[in-house]
């Protein structure tokens, strides 16, 4: 006869072995949509004699089902550390002062960045960063991509260091409109010092990745712009960039490797 604690553990198991099948196949999906992205990084688009090459920033941020899960469920070895994940599937209750501008500070290995952040223009995406950074969520992280022809960015904030964490949850889009309208070859400048959204290339599936852009870049309207860096920081990740990219690439993991070591934000 089965009591109810064999019941209870057995559905337990169940329940785990569902979750595990789950995460791997959202890795199998992230692998295989990282394949087309690789396979579309010399896109060419021309307009009025004006030719720049577009890379998609994106960011794996699916939900993860393990929502109400104990520690076990989350601790197989692909999975991000305990500090740097989140079990919810919900975004953060709003916490931040949507009228004030706050400051988040990167103490990296490089040197420190510090970004501005105007909550009246972005609140739910400063609210996203005020709960993740106090959850020290970015803690330990690698800014894990670097791209040098095209578009010129640093990516950071991915738990897992391969573009495919993210927090278990999804912002909206917000601010798309700052950088102005798109021209006839559909893309706005993203100057030098914007710091933005990566996403999956869907409306508001952005999660807890973002980019710093070292070079005015041109980019299609649609990444979140939510902060500026500062000089000093900006210089830190052009120093970053001037190393290039691991194996003479122009897209990848920067051969100075970048480790925020802590996060915070704080209301300026």
Known sequence: MVTSDQRRRQLAREKYARQQQRREENRRKAKRRNAVIAAALAVVLAAGGAVYASVALTGDDSKDDTAGSDNSASSSPSSPAPSQSESSSAEPKMSVDAKATYAMALKTNEGDI???????????????????????????????????????????????????????????????????????????????????????????????????????????????????????????????????????????????????????????
């Open 114 to 268: 510090t970004i501005t952040m105007d909550a009246a223009k972005t609140p739910r995406t400063v609210n996203s960063f005020s709960h993740l950074a106090a959850k020290k969520y970015f803690d330990g992280t690698k800014c894990h991509r670097l791209t040098t022809s095209g578009i010129f960015v640093l990516q950071c904030g991915d738990p897992k260091g391969d573009g495919t964490g993210g927090p278990g949850y999804t912002i909206p889009d917000e601010n798309l409109d700052a950088l102005g309208k798109a021209g006839p070859e559909g893309s706005v400048t993203y100057p030098a010092g914007t710091v933005a959204m990566a996403n999956t290339g869907q409306p508001g599936s952005g999660g807890s990745q973002f980019f710093l852009v070292y070079k005015d870049t041109k980019l299609p309207p649609s990444y979140t712009p939510f902060g500026k860096i500062d000089a000093a920081g900006l210089e830190v990740v052009k120093d970053v960039a001037e190393a290039g990219v691991t194996g003479g690439a122009t897209d990848g993991a920067p051969k100075k490797a970048v480790t925020i070591e802590k996060a915070t934000v704080a209301k300026k």
